[in-house]
């Protein structure tokens, strides 16, 4: 379950690159991404804070939750997108839909990304602004949106999904679980080792 | 057949590589071949440390660096610390892993995408993965190939495997007569524009159709290499004798005697007759002119001889809000004709249309003609060896005795993250992939065109159509 308040980002496809743009994605760290967030949209051209931008304005600096338009995440994999995201302190992104490079960055960073009916979305756009600073919980467990006051919304996440965000599973930990498994396959594959294809280097 | 079931080639690939499935989870695939660059990779490396995990087939991996690598003069430093650090941190990672890299010196380096069918490393039926979204790419040999983040690449190198959901398939049917001068960019940037950027998005799309079966490797890896631009998990394309022919002789393909035996394998991977798709569309083509992007993601399109389109007759609300905004970050006016918007820059290469052929196109095109006063071109070959060949058929003096700049291999301008970059407010026509905000560089306005496109426009200074050159 987390509650916070609610940045509205009233925009579709928001692709990775507006994310978090290529010249921060030469650090070999996972973490320290937050404040090139959204860079080139939160700064001015030499470098000032953009006022006009969501992120920049008050109530929504400290927002944990983002709102945004269908097709969140398109374009590249880079998963500086979900880190840098996180590190701003988001917990969730509810919108229509994701890409589904996207969804499984977030996923493995225990950010959810929660797809919401485009009229939900649409309506808390609209609170978000009018109302800021608007608060809401999401429950994970429950797949539940709601106000203070009220249930709002539900959403659909399959149990796997949930499980992941909800316990953080160690994912390697789960495959290899499944080292037996992945032995047997390699053995009838291959079952002598020199032909191994392509060829060994 | 499945048993006796028709069945896709999704289905085919997915089924033959199912490690293990569990009821409710994902279905864990083992993977053929895992490519590698120094973008995404570090963390990786790094979390396998953290965890005390080793890479289970370092045989199966291959690394190269193209993201950050400069595109002058090989000879000299790197003189970006942060690229440079990144460069010798897979360095360290790929020998301390027994990984094969493909280095800044080597012959065989350039873009993942390029390297890996032109050395053979890809093959028809694997199960390939990079943490690189155009890693669709490689299903032009109809292999099941797809872009992971970093912590699938260490999934990935930990266990040879990856979770995966079953995605469905889609088909895009691509009938009629291709008209000349229509190139497989051309053909790509239509079905994006068709469907809209998100229009595939959950699919694996398989390109059919006699279209597609005209098509040479190249072509259909331009294809493939843009299904991510529609939201697609993946693209391939059924392996066909042209697959085949592609195949032969290459360094680290099957052997002649190999050959035999897999190409037998390689024949059944196609989808049965009487499999179903979970979508189809069908576009005919025969109509099809010179596309040319207007605004800020790949779907924006519209044909070489049409104007920027009015955001006013745009009826969903959504789509003119972006169509509104993506034409004041492109300095474009509604109903300006394509063919009147002139550029600053040409970038002919990447992932998408950095391949021999492509370089011979621009090359047919300029015939002798000069780079208009006004333009600043260069040309970033997809790999090494493309750089070698198109030395050796004299491309490179055609392109720089047309006032084209001549560079080493690598992405270079398609991402800027080396010192290739776009100024703001610059404007380019790119056979790159991607027109986001930003994308060639700050304030920077991307055209995404074919070569010939690029290269008439480099000439006419303006966007212009290449069959009228
Ligand atoms: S050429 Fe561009 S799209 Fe292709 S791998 Fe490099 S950066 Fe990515």
């Known amino acids: 379950m987390h509650t916070g308040v609610v940045a509205p980002l009233d925009r579709a496809d928001i692709d990775t690159d507006q994310i978090i743009p290529k010249q921060f994605l030469k650090s070999v760290d996972r973490d320290g991404y937050g404040d090139f967030l959204f860079h080139d949209w939160r700064k001015e051209e030499g470098g000032s804070t953009n006022p006009e931008f969501v992120l920049n304005k008050e109530p929504y600096r400290g927002a944990s939750i983002l709102l945004a338009g269908r097709n969140f995440g398109c374009g590249s994999s880079r998963e500086h997108a979900a880190w840098a995201l996180r590190d701003f302190g988001f917990r969730a992104i509810l919108a229509p839909s994701f890409a589904d490079i996207f969804r499984e960055n977030a996923d493995q960073n225990g950010l959810a990304a929660l797809s919401l009916e485009e009229d939900v979305v649409r309506e808390l756009l609209a609170r978000a602004y009018s109302e800021a600073p608007l608060s809401l919980t999401v429950d994970l467990e429950e797949r539940t949106i709601a106000d203070s006051d009220a249930l709002l919304a539900s959403f659909e996440i399959d149990d796997f999904r949930q499980m992941c965000l909800l316990e953080g599973l160690d994912r390697i930990g789960l495959t290899l679980r499944q080292a037996e498994a992945i032995s047997s396959f390699e053995q009838q594959r291959w079952p002598n080792r020199s032909e191994v294809p392509p060829k060994s280097f | 057949m499945i048993g006796d079931q028709p069945s896709t080639l999704l289905d085919k690939i997915w089924n033959s590589h199912l490690v293990h499935a569990d009821p409710g989870a994902p279905d864990l695939l083992y993977v053929d071949l895992h490519l590698l660059h120094e973008v995404t990779s570090a963390q990786a490396f790094e979390g396998l440390r953290v965890a005390g995990r080793t890479v289970r087939r370092p045989d199966l991996c291959m690394a190269t660096v193209d993201h950050n690598i400069p595109t002058t003069d090989r000879s000299l430093p790197v003189l970006d610390s942060l690229a440079r650090r ?12 027994g990984i094969r890299l493909f280095d800044v010196d080597d012959e065989r380096q350039g873009i993942v995408h390029v390297i890996g069918p032109e050395l053979g490393l890809t093959r028809p039926g694997m199960v390939i993965v990079c943490g690189d979204s155009h890693t669709s790419t490689h299903g032009a040999f109809g292999a099941l190939s797809f872009g992971i983040g970093t912590s699938e690449v260490e999934h990935v190198l930990a266990t040879q495997c990856i979770p995966q959901r079953r995605p469905k398939a889609m088909e895009i049917r691509l009938e009629g007569d291709r008209p000349p001068g229509i190139s497989a960019k051309d053909l790509i940037l239509a079905v994006i524009g068709e469907i809209g950027v998100s229009g595939a998005v959950g699919h694996v799309v398989e390109y059919t159709g006699p279209v597609v079966g005209s098509l040479s490797m190249e072509e259909r890896m331009t294809i493939c290499n843009m299904s991510i631009e529609a939201g697609a998990r993946a693209g391939m394309i059924s392996p066909d004798p042209t697959t085949f022919e592609y195949l032969r002789d290459r360094e680290f393909g099957p052997n002649s005697e190999e050959f035999v035996n897999l190409k037998m394998e390689w024949e059944s991977l196609k989808t049965d007759d009487g499999a179903t798709f979970d979508r189809s569309i069908m576009m005919d083509v025969s109509d099809l002119e010179p596309q040319v992007t207007w605004g800020t993601n790949p779907g924006m399109v519209t044909e070489i001889s049409g104007s920027v389109p009015d955001p006013c007759r745009i009826k969903d609300e959504k789509a003119r809000d972006s169509a509104e905004r993506a034409l004041e970050y492109m300095g474009l006016q509604p109903g300006t004709p394509m063919e009147s918007i002139n550029v600053d820059r040409v970038f002919v290469g990447s992932c998408t249309n950095g391949r021999l ?33 198109a030395e050796s058929e004299g491309l490179d003096r ?45 304030g920077g306005r991307t055209h995404l065109v074919s070569p010939a496109t690029a290269a008439a426009t480099a000439v006419a200074g303006r966007l212009a159509d290449p069959r009228s050159c």
Do not use: K, Y
């Open chain 2, 86 to 97: 990144q460069m010798e941190v897979l360095r360290e990672n790929a020998q301390g892993h």
């Open chain 2, 357 to 389: 052929e492509d370089l011979r196109e621009v090359a047919r095109v300029l015939d002798g003609r000069r780079v208009h006063t006004d333009v600043h071109a260069m040309v970033v070959p997809g790999s090494t060896a493309v750089r070698r060949q």
């Open chain 2, 398 to 442: 055609i392109f720089r005795e047309a006032g084209f700049e001549w560079r080493e291999a690598g992405c270079s301008m398609c991402i800027g993250m080396n010192p290739d970059t776009l100024s703001a407010g610059e404007r380019c026509a790119s056979t790159t992939n991607r027109n986001f905000e930003g994308r060639q560089g700050r």
